[in-house]
């Protein structure tokens, strides 16, 4: 059984998030999830198409180069990208790592995620392009 | 004396690793089959190039991995998103369930897309 919650609530405008700079990124970065989901259902469309064969895969890459679904894969793109940025960002303070008594230092953590970043992407790219 | 667990860290969990996994993965992916091939800037992969690199067990496995991951992280941030920024703590239960369970059936949509890829 629940109570209604009668503790103080200040009462938030519903554009709150249009006051500063910061809440306007803290916002936009929270959006990068949805064109997370978006990617994925985009590659498993990519999957299904090249599973049934090479016109539904030649389908796929006419769908993909319309004009609309190119805009909103540049958006998606500088979405994801924003998460990216954020997320290694965050990843030095979110993680304290101690050899024997050293602490790593955070700038160390950070090159270390890009570095992975760098070493990935250029791995996959491999393997699609080569 | 029974204590009751909060299921949060298990969420939270699943939200790192997709955050994680969906930083390192995705730009590089969605660069070259959203942008560069569309574009023309490069030549899509043949279609035998393709689903030879698709069947590959490793493959499979590493993006149902990416799409399962993805997918929670995505349930986990836009159920914030909801309660902070549209102000819709009232409708927390639902929109937990919303979430979650979206990215549930997706994470079995994945799976049934790549295991006929195999």
Redesign the interface.
Known sequence: MTTADRRYHHPVSFTWWARKPSYLLFVLRELSSVFVAWFVVYLLLLVAAVSSGNESYQGFLEWSSHPLMIALNVIAFAFVLLHAVTWFGLAPKAIVLRLGSWRVPPNLILAAHYGAWLVISVAVAWVILR | MTTKRSPEPFAWLLF?S???A??????????????V????W?S??S??R??A??THPV?LLV?FG??VL??F??AH??R??LYD???LRKAAPVIAVLCYGGAAV?SV??AF??I??L
């Open positions: 790192s997709g955050g994680m969906a930083a390192m993965l995705i730009p590089v992916l969605l660069l070259l089959f959203g942008i091939f569309p574009l023309g490069l899509a992969p279609h035998d393709l689903a690199v698709l493959t993006l990416l799409c993805a997918l992280h995505w941030r836009f914030y998103t920024g549209l102000q997706g949509i994945a897309v790549l006929r890829a």
